[in-house]
């Protein structure tokens, strides 16, 4: 929420929380270091990434896109002109996924680096579509 009050005071503007865009849950691991949390991880398999729980209390990913898409529909559901929405990585790739309507079983995946811009827009033909990924906003 720090960098969406960072934000929201420049553009004079209050930030809306949504809980929904929060970060996939790691559960047991989420504060644990790297080795630590590999030490309790559930084996990776080899397909059906969708429904894999890392460890015995994660999210798995088919959970976290129901979660952003819930987001997603309050976010298209306001009329404002403009929306900016702070997040974060996974949260963010499940979000643009949502946004160009990609079904969930393409796995596709969006790197989204921190601190970027990413820029979506209806275009004329009322397409949706990535302006800008991972952009350091320069107007």
Known sequence: MESADIIGSILGCTPVPLAELRELNNSDAAQL?????????NPEPKSELL????????????????RTSSAHTKILSCDAKTTIVVGHGNSGQ?????????PLELEVSFHVDVASVTELCVNQRSER???????????
């Open 33 to 41: 270091t790297q080795l630590e949390a590999t030490r309790i991880q």
């Open 51 to 66: 429904d894999w729980r890392s460890n015995a209390n994660a999210e798995i990913w088919r959970e976290m896109t129901q």
């Open 94 to 102: 499940a979000l643009i996924q949502a946004w160009l309507e990609l």
């Open 129 to 139: 579509e990535i302006v800008r990924l991972n952009s350091i906003y320069d107007a």
